[in-house]
């Protein structure tokens, strides 16, 4: 079980080092280009269910990854500026599809508008296009994301060296049944699944946030659909196990000053 704990964890480490707005891809790359269109809503629960494309559909619910009162430093030069969001309103229109994995932020205001993470290895944006079907859909483009290497040097042996150790500890193996039965006697019940969450802040360095026009906005919805996106993968933990969820309590953006051009 460690080992795949540790494979999960490694492959998030891989997913969090995507760096340019809209979500990064390699090169040119080749594009398919959809129309997707809501095909239900159900008041009830608010979930959505849209058609991506022939074959996929995805059932939309609503994330979230910040705390209500999202801080924002920037820091520049000898000074930090603070700027408050409300983290609610930042997220109101994120959305994400635990069986697929998509982690999207969704507008129909004015035409349906996707943008964000579909699969691994898919993500969608609209087409700067924005060309209109005759039932009223607007022009997506879908796009591999890059896959980048991560310890490229190191063979998976050596990353998981550890792991075997750590899987023959009756403290790390809520399999083991002496463990557990130990822990149901102290507690009148089992302990899993684990409900857990972990409070953070994410940092930005200036070339990262030049990325995004210097978009405050733009860079919060960027993370939310990220955080949103690794959420998911958190969640493929056995799920008897752990409840794990990332919650962002603030953005730090390192601003880098440009140096004065004389003419």
């Given at each position: 079980m460690q080992t795949g704990l540790i494979n999960c964890l490694m492959n998030l480490i891989a997913y969090l080092q995507l760096a340019y707005s809209p979500y990064t891809s390699s090169g040119s790359p080749a594009t398919t280009v959809v129309f997707p269109q809501i095909l239900a809503e159900r008041s009830d629960s608010g979930e959505l269910i849209v058609a991506i494309r022939s074959g996929q559909t995805l059932s939309l619910r609503k994330a979230s990854v910040f705390q209500?009162?999202?801080?924002?430093?920037?820091?520049?030069?000898?000074?930090?500026?603070?700027?408050?969001?409300?983290?609610?309103?930042?997220?109101?229109?994120?959305?994400?599809?635990?069986?697929?994995?998509?982690?999207?932020?969704?507008?129909?205001?004015?035409?349906?508008?996707?943008?964000?993470?579909?699969?691994?290895?898919?993500?969608?944006?609209?087409?700067?296009?924005?060309?209109?079907?005759?039932?009223?859909?607007?022009?997506?483009?879908?796009?591999?994301?890059?896959?980048?290497?991560?310890?490229?040097?190191?063979?998976?042996?050596?990353?998981?060296?550890?792991?075997?150790?750590?899987s023959r500890s009756t403290f790390f193996d809520p399999t083991n049944k002496t463990e557990s039965k130990i822990l149901e006697a102290r507690s009148g019940s089992s302990p899993y699944p684990v409900i857990a969450s972990c409070e953070t802040r994410?940092?930005?360095?200036?070339?990262?946030?030049?990325?995004?026009?210097?978009?405050?906005?733009?860079?919060?919805?960027?993370?939310?659909?990220?955080?949103?996106?690794?959420?998911l993968k958190f969640s493929t933990f056995l799920d008897t196990t752990l409840h794990f969820q990332m919650i962002v309590t603030g953005i730090v953006i390192f601003k880098a000053m440009l140096p004065n051009v004389c003419v």
């Open positions: 209500e009162r999202l801080e924002v430093a920037t820091l520049e030069e000898n000074r930090t500026i603070f700027h408050y969001m409300n983290g609610s309103g930042m997220e109101r229109n994120l959305y994400h599809d635990p069986q697929t994995g998509a982690a999207v932020m969704l507008t129909h205001g004015r035409g349906l508008r996707l943008v964000g993470i579909l699969s691994a290895t898919e993500r969608i944006q609209p087409s700067p296009a924005s060309e209109y079907h005759p039932r009223g859909s607007i022009k997506h483009e879908i796009m591999p994301l890059e896959q980048r290497k991560y310890d490229g040097d190191i063979s998976s042996d050596a990353r998981l060296k550890g792991a075997d150790q750590y994410i940092a930005v360095d200036s070339a990262f946030f030049r990325s995004f026009r210097h978009n405050k906005k733009e860079l919060v919805e960027y993370l939310a659909v990220l955080v949103a996106f690794t959420n």
